[in-house]
């Protein structure tokens, strides 16, 4: 690995099924043995980020594919054991340590910063966590990953979470304030997508403003945050500062169709393989 490499960030977007796109990218940089130092992962990026970092090329597309439409990874049953539309004992503990195994070994010994954002229930801010410290239940991953209504809020060290994506979507602000300069950063939404407030969050922000207040609060704000952070990220892509990769085309946060999910994790494989030569001049390697 180049030295001038440690300038360059690599942030992950969440997007939960939309993520095989950033599956695709990542296995890209796996085919040219490219890591990058420091990763910022969010909601199901930080998913991705595990792959990643374990260099299991096609793990994460193949967890998807496998198990999209397993009710025992997602289906509303869960809701009576869990309180989850996601089976988070089977998701985040069965199918790592049982079915598809996590390579933890090579996991814990990536040498870099590997940090997964939540959002602290209690005060509606994001907090980063040392990814390389997680436990074997992927507490963090569920944290990370806990979508208000979708998931119960996640509790670690005995204080609840949520879904990183709440505070701090793409969080490049971040990795400007631990000293990068330079970022590679992934989306999963197409170029021009902006975000408008959907019934979702709306109903969620009923649900939890008691509560909750703050996430409410958070919910409320969401949509100008997520829509700034794209513009000024486009800025610093517009400045030489950063390069951007983005599908070409709409996918589904909850994709059912395996054919659909392979041609998002194609496109974002062909993206990283034939921006690959710009990437190393970017990145000065």
């Not at 099924?17 to 490219?34: C, E, Q």
């Not at 569920?142 to 949520?162: M, S």
């Not at 659909?260 to 190393?280: A, C, I, S």
């Amino acid at each position: 690995m180049s030295k001038n490499i440690i300038e360059s960030s690599l942030i992950l977007e969440g997007g939960t099924f939309r993520t095989v796109f950033t599956a695709g990218v990542l296995d890209a940089f796996l085919d040219h043995d490219l890591i990058m130092p420091y990763i910022l992962g969010i909601s199901a990026g930080a998913i991705n980020a595990c792959s990643y970092v374990s260099k299991q090329k096609e793990r994460t597309y193949r967890v998807y594919a496998d198990y999209r439409n397993d009710k025992r990874y997602m289906g509303f049953r869960n809701f009576l054991k869990e309180r989850s539309l996601f089976g988070l004992e089977f998701a985040y503990d069965v199918i790592p340590n049982q079915l598809d195994k996590f390579d933890w070994d090579t996991y814990q010994q990536y040498n870099g910063t590997l940090l997964f954002g939540v959002t602290n229930a209690l005060t509606g801010e994001v907090e980063y966590k040392n990814a390389l410290d997680m436990d074997r239940r992927c507490s963090l991953l569920r944290a990370t990953c806990a979508i208000p209504v979708l998931f119960p809020e996640i509790k670690l060290n005995d204080t609840p979470y949520y879904d990183g994506g709440l505070a701090d979507p793409i969080p490049i602000q971040k990795a400007i304030e631990d000293g990068y300069n330079k970022h590679v950063i992934i989306l999963t939404r197409p170029k021009g997508y902006r975000k408008v407030m959907d019934r979702q969050s709306k109903w969620a922000m009923k649900l939890l403003k008691k509560r909750y207040p703050q996430i409410a609060e958070r919910l409320q704000v969401r949509v100008d945050q997520y829509n700034h952070t794209i513009d000024f990220c486009e800025k610093l892509e517009s400045e030489g500062k950063a390069v951007i990769f983005r599908p070409e085309s709409p996918l589904n946060s909850m994709e059912k169709d395996v054919t659909l999910m392979r041609k998002g994790y194609e496109m974002g494989f062909k993206q990283g393989t034939e921006r690959m030569v710009n990437m190393k001049e970017f990145l000065q390697i």
